[in-house]
Structure formats: C-alpha cells, structure tokens
C-alpha cells in the first residue's frame, strides 16, 4: 500500500514538474513577444517622447517583482525554474535597453525624392556612413552627387535600383528619413521612370508593348506598410498589366491617368478595359442592383425556356 502511493505521490510530482516546465516555456516566449513589441517602434527617425516611453515600458515590462504574483499563482514553486524566469527577464531589459540606446544614438538615413531636369524621378542619399555597397553590375545606378547639396546627399541612386541599394547595405526601412519636398507619386515601367504621365513617356510605354505600368507613392509621412509590415520608402500600385491572359486594370486607376494613357488609343483592348474600370467605378448601389435584377430577370427567362422544352 505504501509503495502504491509513493508511486503515486512520484507520478504526481513529475506531472507537475510538466506543467510548471510548460507554463514557463510559454512565458519565456511571452517575454520575447513584449520585447519585439517594444522594440518595433523605435527607430532612428522616433521623437523623443517615444523612445523615453519604451525606455519606461521597459523597466516596468521585465521588473521580476511585478511577476511574482503571476508566478505564485500559477503554481510555479520550483526554484530553478524561477530563477530561469528571472535570468529571461533580466536579459530581455538588458537586450532591449541596449537597442535603445543605439537607437536614439543612430543617425537616419535621409532620402530626397526628386525630379530630374528631363521630367524623371531619382534619389537623393544619405547613408551617414564613410562607404556604401553595390550589387555587381549596378555601379552605373549610383553616382555621387555634384551639386550644390552634395555634403547634405552625398549619392544618387536610381529609382531602379534603390530598394535594393538599401538592401544591399543593410538599411532597416524604419530607420529611413524622407525628405518632406520629395515628390509625392510617379510611374514606372521597367526601368524607365516620370513623375507625370506625359505624352512621351506614355508613348514609350505604348512602343515597348505595354510592360506593366506602375504609379509608385513616397511615404514621406512613414505611416505606410506592406503585406509583410515593412515601412517602405514608395510602394508600388500596377495600373496596368498586359498578357495572353487578357488586359488587367487596377480599380485605383483615376480619370486623369486613364485619359493619359489611352488618349488616341480608342481601337484597343487596354482602351475598353480602362472605360469598363471607370463605368463600374462611376455605376451607384442603386444602378448596381438595377443591372442585377436584369440580368436575373433575364437568366429565369432562359431558364423557364428551357423548362417549357424539357421534351
């Protein structure tokens, strides 16, 4: 009989070494959590009054003291594992102070939008380091800048190219700074580039057989993101896409850029799709449901024909 309840009493003990080993496994992952949490927001580019917020959410966030109670009452008892729980929040503070502090220490990196004398667009950079890298076979899309603001944008990159410049040299985009008189939008095809729509560069789309056509917008206020939540310098929208598989327009497209695009083009695909893409856009709820209810109308004629006709 003894030996059956300590057996029992050892089956009870290792089960609850189970829970508590669990229970702090997923706490050392909440912590991690709490430190990328706090850590997202900081930047190069953050005000002041944010980077001291993090600084304080910090310490209150990783303090042992505040977790006692959590601990006690989910039954943590075991020593060891306690004091893993105090080593995990001592060095998130530690990891996440000192990210701060580089940080706040960091200088931006700025860029400058700008429009070039044949109506373009380009890059301005600063990378605020003494070197800067390339990807093999793009040195032609980086040239140092001689102009009069040269010591404040040492380099221009080509708009080709300069997401990947950033990549290349390991630039985390939050720690971007655009310049507030960058251009606010432009298109792109292939590797020609215009702030406008105008007629030669809507030719030259039309003469390479309509590769797709982007509109790219700066995120000069840094308030936009991708799919992946990375804070991009300019996003890109395609307006159109030509294939075998037909014409594509994007919903986005305004009357302005549709006029650019297909002014004298009225025989062609790309045309009707734009007017079919603009006619939705301008079609009200009530004219929707108008169409709508034609068209049923018409499919229970059809129906009710084949019905008649089933012998």
């Not at 590769?211 to 206020?221: I, T």
Request: contains cysteine; hydrophobic residues 30%.
């Amino acid at each position: 009989m003894q030996r059956e309840e300590r057996l029992k009493e050892a089956v009870s003990l290792i089960e609850d070494r189970k829970k508590q080993e669990e229970f702090v496994g997923n706490f050392k992952k909440r912590i991690r959590s709490i430190e990328r949490e706090i850590k997202d927001p900081v930047s190069a580019v953050a005000p002041k009054e944010l980077i001291e917020k993090a600084r304080l959410k910090t310490k209150n966030a990783f303090n042992f003291e505040s977790v006692k109670e959590i601990l006690k009452g989910n039954n943590i008892t075991d020593e060891d594992l306690i004091e893993e729980i105090r080593q995990e929040l001592d060095r998130a503070k530690e990891r996440t102070l000192s990210y701060i502090d580089d940080m706040e220490k960091t200088l931006p990196v700025k860029l400058y939008y700008y429009r070039t004398g044949n109506g373009g667009v380009s890059c301005k950079v600063n990378l605020n380091s003494g070197g800067y890298r390339y990807t093999q076979g793009r040195k032609r899309a980086v040239r140092r800048n001689k102009g009069e603001d040269q010591k404040e944008y040492p380099l221009i990159v080509s708009i080709s190219y300069l997401l990947e410049f950033l990549n290349d040299n390991h630039i985390d985009y939050k720690n971007i700074l655009i310049d507030e008189r960058s251009v606010e939008t432009f298109y792109v095809f292939e590797n020609f580039v215009s702030e406008r729509l105008t007629p030669g560069f809507v030719a030259r789309w039309w003469n390479y057989d309509c590769p797709d056509l982007f509109r790219c917008s700066v995120n000069k206020d840094g308030q936009g993101y991708n799919m992946l939540g990375e804070k991009l310098p300019h996003f890109y929208k395609k307006l159109v896409e030509c294939s075998y598989y037909g014409v594509y327009v994007d919903e986005d497209i305004t009357e302005e850029e549709a006029r650019a695009i297909a002014k004298g083009r009225e025989h062609t695909a790309i045309y009707k799709e734009i007017q079919s893409v603009l006619e939705a856009k301008r079609t009200t709820l009530e004219e929707l449901e108008a169409k709508l209810a034609a068209n049923r109308a018409y499919e229970r004629r059809i129906q009710n024909i084949i019905d008649d006709n089933r012998d």
